[in-house]
Nanobody
Framework: QVQLVESGGGLVQPGGSLRLSCAAS????????MGWYRQAPGKEREFVAYMTGIGSAYYVESAKGRFTISRDNAKNTMYLEINSLKPEDTAVYYC?????????WGQGTQVTVSS
């Protein structure tokens, strides 16, 4: 099993950038797939991006170009960098990890984009 803790969210002006972090309680090298999701107010949770253990990254089409997912296995941490933030990026961002048939979630970090 694994515990995940997100951080790095906050209030950002449109056009700004953020780097979200997801710290894992175990060696991330052993986790096949880690990903980011987000849930905007009144909407369902949606997939943003994931990265495999060998470093392959996959993004939802709408995230390509502004979102970058990365992993630092030495720090047991996954990141999501978001550039050119828009008000519609406002959401709670969650990370998850797939271990076998089980999926683990963090508690989320709030990102608010507003002037």
């Amino acid at each position: 099993q694994v515990q995940l803790v997100e951080s790095g969210g906050g209030l950002v002006q449109p056009g700004g950038s953020l780097r979200l972090s997801c710290a894992a309680s175990r060696n991330t090298f052993s986790i096949n797939r880690m990903g980011w999701y987000r849930q905007a107010p009144g909407k369902e949770r949606e997939f943003v991006a994931y990265m495999t253990g060998i470093g392959s990254a996959y993004y939802v089409e709408s995230a390509k170009g502004r979102f970058t997912i990365s992993r630092d296995n030495a720090k047991n941490t996954m990141y999501l960098e978001i550039n050119s933030l828009k008000p519609e990026d406002t959401a709670v961002y969650y990370c998850n990890a797939n271990l076998g048939t089980l999926t683990y979630w963090g508690q989320g970090t709030q990102v608010t984009v507003s002037s």
